[in-house]
């Protein structure tokens, strides 16, 4: 077993603090840090610095490639490849396509909303080098977990660990490999 | 200023610490408003509480009752794999009824999943907090309604092992292809959207909360289960940040989609050009039935599950309450739909509407009629009384009547308008065989087996979200408010 460190982990149990914490860790300077919350906390990710997901324009992608799709199957099926004529109803027309359109823009982004969402977290990902610590799945259940991590190019044992003290953190240690 | 301190007096009591800003919104919400839970739990208070209900060993109660509903369902398929054995001949269908309980039961079944919709994406979008509790089940029945609703459509076809190329665009020998023309193909896309959607948002809401079970539980089977489809979750609030985007995002279009899931189901009856079926006013008529129909069937799930699993403080009458309101109004809603229906057919002028309406209200089928208004339109009225709707055996009782009578109203759409059309001579009548009742039956099995088997073994309440909305849960003084 190493010992190389991994993170710096610090518990919270008041959401004000937490906010305050978060905010001074971006202040002085660290990027690689998260925080680990039972649920999501309401301008937290605004304290942290997190920047917006792009999520949205994944799910617009998705959407649009439906609507595509939707129209050209149709299209296709019924006045290109094999042209049936119904009671003498037209090949195509947008008016009789509007459901299927609708409904096929709605899985695609239904999907690629679902998709994009584990794709940016990294998910599935089913190892964390911090749950070698104990106290880290409790941030599950009913703790704020701030973790800094040791890839941060500010990351220094002692420094982190004082800040991390002076920012109100119970129970601050180190998490080794 | 005495409203303020009154106010802060409240609050410091409440909650055990003082505030000093009492003009904040929140606040005056976090006093005067009944609480969502009960009992002022701690966080780790409702993971103990939820995480604990699959780990315990069942009890005779919850064994007996999921024997009753897998016998019910296994009768029923039985009775599915007889009909397919021998034909739809073993239905009481016939000419002109050529649509009899089967397309009931498939419009039944499609309707008792929109609630679940409702509840997590509407009401989602209009910030209801108390959703929280309920959300997570009424999802799960939304999916599992669903899958009734499907098995009607297929077996209608009579030849369930070739519907695939009927219903879905695929390539086969003929080279031919789904007409898009017909509204049935606009209703195999939109319940299987439907369908899919569904089942992504439920999963995404449950990612979090199968974290939590993952840590909770002893068996190692479970352990692996609840980990493999938690993906890893770790409660990350860079993760937090775009879940919640993926959430409203499917909250957004999960709204627009479920309005549109009924309203195709109603062009199948609406772009015939039958009396009784082809009118304008069916798709909004169809959606405000289905939202009553589906809250029915949640009151009468949640009333059980609160009794049988226990969980009188998260699903509390302060939920139940709301969701009486929503019965009442759109049980008025439909009210209004079915005297509607009744002028136009008047006002008309169309001798054929009229004749199809009159004899919906005393030919036949007068009965199915009548069952369904005092179902639909009368009993509901209790409601106007706060009592009546915190009253558990009357809104028990409540959801039972509205379940009958929604079915009644598919019934009385679908058989009265066949039975009589244009020409007289081609009148008859429909009544079902024994199969097709088993097969109704036996999907009300499947749909309670399926939500029991959830109900233990999947975290039944939101966890995640309960718990954001617990008191002192948020920041105080952030600027999203």
């Given at each position: 077993?190493?010992?190389?460190?991994?993170?710096?982990?610090?518990?919270?149990k008041d959401?004000?603090?937490?906010?305050?914490?978060?905010?001074?860790?971006?202040?002085?300077?660290?990027?690689?840090?998260?925080?680990?919350?039972?649920?999501?906390?309401?301008?937290?990710?605004?304290?942290?610095?997190?920047?917006?997901?792009?999520?949205?324009?994944?799910?617009?992608?998705?959407?649009?490639?439906?609507?595509?799709?939707?129209?050209?199957?149709?299209?296709?099926?019924?006045?290109?490849?094999?042209?049936?004529?119904?009671?003498?109803?037209?090949?195509?027309?947008?008016?009789?396509?509007?459901?299927?359109?609708?409904?096929?823009?709605?899985?695609?982004?239904?999907?690629?909303?679902?998709?994009?969402?584990?794709?940016?977290?990294?998910?599935?990902?089913?190892?964390?080098?911090?749950?070698?610590?104990?106290?880290?799945?409790?941030?599950?259940?009913?703790?704020?977990?701030?973790?800094?991590?040791?890839?941060?190019?500010?990351?220094?044992?002692?420094?982190?660990?004082?800040?991390?003290?002076?920012?109100?953190?119970?129970?601050?240690?180190?998490?080794?490999? | 200023?005495?409203?303020?301190?009154?106010?802060n007096e409240i609050k410091t009591h409440q909650n055990g610490h003082t505030t000093?800003?009492?003009?904040?919104?929140?606040?005056?919400?976090e006093v005067?408003?009944?609480?969502?839970?009960?009992?002022n739990p701690s966080?780790?208070?409702?993971?103990?509480?939820?995480?604990?209900?699959?780990?315990?060993?069942?009890?005779?109660?919850?064994?007996?009752?999921?024997?009753?509903?897998?016998?019910?369902?296994?009768?029923?398929?039985?009775?599915?794999?007889?009909?397919?054995?021998?034909?739809?001949?073993?239905?009481?269908?016939?000419?002109?009824?050529?649509?009899?309980?089967?397309?009931?039961?498939?419009?039944?079944?499609?309707?008792?999943?929109?609630?679940?919709?409702?509840?997590?994406?509407?009401?989602?979008?209009?910030?209801?907090?108390?959703?929280?509790?309920?959300?997570?089940?009424?999802?799960?029945?939304?999916?599992?309604?669903?899958?009734?609703?499907?098995?009607?459509?297929?077996?209608?076809?009579?030849?369930?092992?070739?519907?695939?190329?009927?219903?879905?665009?695929?390539?086969?020998?003929?080279?031919?292809?789904?007409?898009?023309?017909?509204?049935?193909?606009?209703?195999?896309?939109?319940?299987?959207?439907?369908?899919?959607?569904?089942?992504?948002?439920?999963?995404?809401?449950?990612?979090?909360?199968?974290?939590?079970?993952?840590?909770?539980?002893?068996?190692?089977?479970?352990?692996?289960?609840?980990?493999?489809?938690?993906?890893?979750?770790?409660?990350?609030?860079?993760?937090?940040?775009?879940?919640?985007?993926?959430?409203?995002?499917?909250?957004?279009?999960?709204?627009?989609?479920?309005?549109?899931?009924?309203?195709?189901?109603?062009?199948?009856?609406?772009?015939?050009?039958?009396?009784?079926?082809?009118?304008?006013?069916?798709?909004?008529?169809?959606?405000?039935?289905?939202?009553?129909?589906?809250?029915?069937?949640?009151?009468?799930?949640?009333?059980?599950?609160?009794?049988?699993?226990?969980?009188?403080?998260?699903?509390?009458?302060?939920?139940?309450?709301?969701?009486?309101?929503?019965?009442?109004?759109?049980?008025?809603?439909?009210?209004?739909?079915?005297?509607?229906?009744?002028?136009?057919?008047?006002?008309?002028?169309?001798?054929?509407?009229?004749?199809?309406?009159?004899?919906?209200?005393?030919?036949?089928?007068?009965?199915?009629?009548?069952?369904?208004?005092?179902?639909?339109?009368?009993?509901?009225?209790?409601?106007?009384?706060?009592?009546?709707?915190?009253?558990?055996?009357?809104?028990?009782?409540?959801?039972?009547?509205?379940?009958?009578?929604?079915?009644?109203?598919?019934?009385?759409?679908?058989?009265?308008?066949?039975?009589?059309?244009?020409?007289?001579?081609?009148?008859?009548?429909?009544?079902?065989?024994?199969?097709?009742?088993?097969?109704?039956?036996?999907?009300?099995?499947?749909?309670?087996?399926?939500?029991?088997?959830?109900?233990?073994?999947?975290?039944?309440?939101?966890?995640?979200?309960?718990?954001?909305?617990l008191p002192g849960s948020?920041?105080k003084?952030?600027?999203?408010?």
């Amino acid at each position: 077993m190493s010992t190389k460190p991994i993170a710096v982990l610090g518990n919270y149990k008041d959401p004000d603090l937490l906010i305050t914490a978060a905010s001074r860790i971006r202040e002085s300077g660290y990027k690689d840090f998260d925080i680990f919350t039972p649920y999501p906390v309401h301008g937290l990710d605004k304290a942290m610095g997190v920047k917006r997901t792009i999520l949205p324009y994944i799910s617009f992608g998705g959407g649009i490639f439906g609507l595509a799709n939707a129209i050209f199957l149709i299209w296709w099926t019924g006045a290109d490849h094999y042209k049936l004529n119904i009671g003498g109803k037209p090949l195509f027309a947008f008016q009789f396509s509007i459901p299927v359109m609708f409904e096929l823009t709605i899985l695609l982004t239904a999907i690629s909303t679902f998709l994009g969402l584990w794709f940016l977290c990294g998910l599935p990902k089913w190892y964390s080098p911090l749950q070698n610590d104990k106290g880290f799945m409790s941030a599950v259940d009913n703790t704020f977990v701030v973790g800094i991590m040791a890839t941060d190019q500010r990351f220094s044992l002692e420094a982190t660990k004082k800040l991390m003290t002076e920012l109100g953190a119970d129970d601050v240690r180190l998490v080794q490999e | 200023m005495n409203v303020n301190d009154t106010v802060n007096e409240i609050k410091t009591h409440q909650n055990g610490h003082t505030t000093a800003n009492s003009l904040m919104p929140s606040m005056h919400e976090e006093v005067f408003r009944e609480p969502l839970i009960l009992g002022n739990p701690s966080l780790h208070d409702i993971t103990e509480k939820i995480a604990s209900i699959p780990t315990l060993t069942p009890n005779l109660k919850f064994l007996l009752t999921l024997f009753v509903f897998a016998s019910m369902a296994g009768w029923g398929l039985f009775c599915m794999g007889y009909t397919i054995m021998t034909g739809i001949g073993v239905w009481g269908l016939n000419n002109p009824v050529g649509w009899g309980w089967d397309i009931t039961n498939f419009v039944f079944w499609i309707g008792i999943g929109h609630a679940g919709t409702l509840i997590s994406a509407i009401l989602f979008l209009f910030r209801q907090k108390w959703r929280t509790a309920i959300n997570r089940s009424a999802e799960a029945m939304t999916l599992f309604a669903v899958l009734c609703a499907l098995i009607f459509p297929l077996l209608h076809t009579g030849r369930p092992w070739v519907a695939f190329y009927w219903l879905t665009p695929y390539p086969n020998q003929m080279q031919m292809w789904v007409n898009f023309r017909s509204p049935l193909v606009w209703d195999v896309f939109a319940v299987s959207t439907y369908g899919t959607v569904s089942l992504l948002f439920w999963y995404i809401g449950l990612v979090p909360d199968l974290a939590t079970m993952r840590n909770y539980v002893k068996s190692k089977l479970a352990a692996k289960l609840y980990t493999t489809f938690s993906l890893g979750w770790t409660g990350s609030m860079r993760h937090w940040h775009t879940y919640e985007v993926a959430y409203m995002i499917l909250a957004g279009i999960s709204t627009p989609l479920v309005l549109s899931v009924h309203t195709v189901v109603s062009m199948d009856f609406a772009t015939s050009v039958l009396p009784g079926w082809h009118t304008t006013i069916f798709p909004p008529y169809f959606v405000a039935g289905a939202i009553f129909s589906g809250f029915a069937m949640v009151m009468t799930l949640l009333i059980i599950a609160r009794e049988v699993v226990d969980l009188k403080s998260f699903i509390t009458l302060k939920h139940l309450d709301n969701m009486n309101k929503i019965i009442l109004a759109t049980g008025m809603m439909v009210g209004y739909a079915y005297a509607m229906e009744f002028f136009i057919a008047w006002y008309s002028g169309n001798p054929y509407e009229n004749s199809v309406f009159i004899n919906r209200a005393t030919g036949d089928y007068a009965w199915a009629y009548w069952t369904m208004v005092s179902c639909n339109v009368i009993s509901p009225q209790i409601y106007w009384f706060k009592k009546m709707r915190r009253n558990i055996p009357v809104m028990f009782v409540m959801s039972i009547f509205v379940n009958i009578g929604m079915w009644f109203e598919r019934f009385t759409i679908i058989s009265t308008s066949l039975h009589h059309d244009y020409l007289p001579a081609s009148w008859g009548y429909y009544s079902p065989t024994w199969v097709e009742i088993s097969i109704f039956t036996g999907t009300i099995g499947i749909f309670f087996t399926l939500f029991l088997i959830f109900a233990k073994y999947v975290p039944m309440i939101a966890i995640a979200e309960v718990k954001s909305v617990l008191p002192g849960s948020q920041p105080k003084h952030h600027d999203n408010h």
